[in-house]
């Protein structure tokens, strides 16, 4: 009788190895399916207190030139939990932020380090440094993608939920980064996805006609409105981020007027199932985008949210860097 596969094995199988971790573009939905099994294996073993680090004596760049407490902190904390290590590179301390080409700060950074996690504004320059670095680049935020956070946000429905396929998750508020990485990755995961966003501050449309194609491939709704009620009824999860990303500082007062019928309150989240979870990426801003009642009551998840970015970034980590 053949024996059972040791648990050891999935570590082993390193289908991404080398890769970069952009956005959901060019990551297949088993390499999704994949790296979900992997970060719950990961969770698993952190809370068993195994020792694993594939990592060892490896070194990931983390370049940062917007603020972050969740992102900076899981991923040192990650690499460190692997048995690597991580330097903080703020951009208004390295070269980058006087002018070095992106390009020859990824030629270099290759020769020092194994790995490189970027957080800053043009999407186009992380796209830069990957097609430049010898290494693999992980997108840790930019002005239009976060996918780090939605492989969080993922696992924690797979948690609560216990099945993904064909719950509807409801974005109401900004077309912006976190809006654009749910409905790319929503379809190759089977889930339905509607995003209720003000006129004016729809998604990209580029991003919205990729994820309409694969919304048809996959066969899952993907409804953009500019109703919040039209999106929330009757749906599984209730998602929402700030008004004003980093870098929008100077619209806050006006976004907080035109986005006000936007807020996730009891009233909005009423329309949805009765067993609705309610989530947001964090940092939040309670009484704008959604009520305080709502963000600190029952239903919701944020702060597994948060913890799930550790676990979620340490299957990244292995799946790219071991
Ligand atoms: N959600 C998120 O990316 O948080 P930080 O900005 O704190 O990293
Ligand atoms: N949309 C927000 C997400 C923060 C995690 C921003 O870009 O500021």
């Known amino acids: 009788m053949a024996k059972a596969m040791p648990a050891i094995k999935e570590w082993q199988v390193n289908r991404m190895h080398g890769r970069d971790f952009l ?60 048995g690597g290590h991580a330097l903080f590179l703020s951009g208004n301390d390295i070269q980058i ?24 504004f043009a999407h186009e320059d992380v796209e830069q440094l990957a097609v430049h670095a010898d290494i693999p680049v992980i997108n840790g935020l930019t002005d239009l993608h976060h996918p780090c956070q939605v492989m969080a946000d993922i696992l924690t429905i797979k948690e609560q939920k216990g099945d993904l396929q ?15 990485s749910w409905i790319q990755a929503a379809p190759k995961l089977g889930l339905n996805m509607r995003v209720a ?15 309409k194609q694969w919304a048809a491939e996959y066969g ?7 109703d919040p009620v039209e ?17 929008q500082e100077a619209e806050q007062a006006e976004r907080v007027k035109l986005f006000a019928d936007y807020q996730v309150n009891e009233q909005l ?15 939040a801003h309670r009484g704008e985008e959604v009520t305080a009642d709502i963000i600190d009551g029952l239903h919701s998840v944020v702060f597994d949210e948060a913890e799930n970015r550790l676990h979620v970034q340490k299957a990244v980590l292995v799946a790219v860097m071991a």
Not at 97 to 118: F, N, Q
Not at 166 to 180: K, Q
């Open 269 to 283: 989240c009423a329309h949805a199932k009765p067993d609705y979870i309610f989530m947001h990426c964090l940092p």
């Open 23 to 82: 956005d959901f573009n060019d990551i297949t939905s088993d390499e999704l399916h994949y790296l979900l099994s992997l970060a719950e294996t990961i969770k698993r073993k952190q809370k068993q207190g195994e020792v694993y680090q594939p990592l060892l004596r490896k070194t990931l760049g983390m370049i940062f030139t917007k603020a972050s407490t969740r992102t900076r902190v899981s991923f040192e904390v990650g690499m460190y939990q692997l």
């Open 231 to 247: 999106a929330v009824q009757g749906a599984d999860v209730i998602y929402t981020d700030v008004w004003a990303s980093m870098g």
């Open 197 to 211: 966003t003000p006129k004016g501050y729809e998604c990209d449309p580029a991003v919205v006609e990729q994820a």
């Open 166 to 180: 064909g719950l509807t998750v409801a974005y109401v508020g900004d077309g912006n980064n976190m809006a654009h």
């Open 97 to 120: 932020g006087r002018g070095e080409p992106i390009a020859d700060t990824a030629k270099v950074l290759s020769r020092y380090v194994d790995g490189i996690m970027i957080r800053t």
């Open 220 to 226: 899952t709704e993907l409804l953009l409105t500019n």
